[in-house]
């Protein structure tokens, strides 16, 4: 009768394979998490993932519209007077992000950089210049014509 008996350093090899495999299988199995977005005011700050996202991939444009309002939107209030700091992942400003009110651009271009400071009044005035207490921001993530990603936060003021 023939046993066959395994050295130890063997039977490690063979435990460190396989741990490796499974490790390869799990991670295989995650999906890539979406960049984030972080809106700072003061000492508080949240974070949203994409409402809308594809991989990195165009959304179709059928979809941005509804991408601009579906969902519940990441909170945060504050004064008029306070700076609102928006910080992206550099995937998003390597592709070039649009900071919307609402559906509406307020710049032309798609800003490049992963950081800028906004006034916090500059979001509490209406299209029709009524003050308000609440407001729809977006943020959109271009790469050319392209919508890549849509990121939602509500302003809210605070008193």
Known sequence: MTVAFYSGRRRRAAAALGAVSAGLLVLSACDKPTPLVTVT????????????????????????QKCLTQGTPTKIDFALDDK????????????????????????????KKTYRTIPGN??????????????????????????????????????
């Open 41 to 64: 005011v003061g000492t508080e700050s949240v974070h949203a993932e994409a409402t809308c996202y594809n991989d990195g991939e165009a959304i179709k444009e059928s979809e941005v």
């Open 84 to 111: 609102v700091r928006i910080g992206v992942d550099p995937e998003i400003a390597e592709n070039g992000w649009t900071l919307l009110f609402g559906a509406q651009p307020v710049e032309q271009e798609p800003y």
């Open 122 to 159: 500059a979001s509490f005035s209406s299209q029709t210049g009524e003050p308000t207490t609440k407001a729809d921001v977006n943020i959109m993530e271009t790469n050319g014509t392209k919508v890549i990603g849509i990121y939602r936060f509500q302003f809210e003021k605070s008193s």
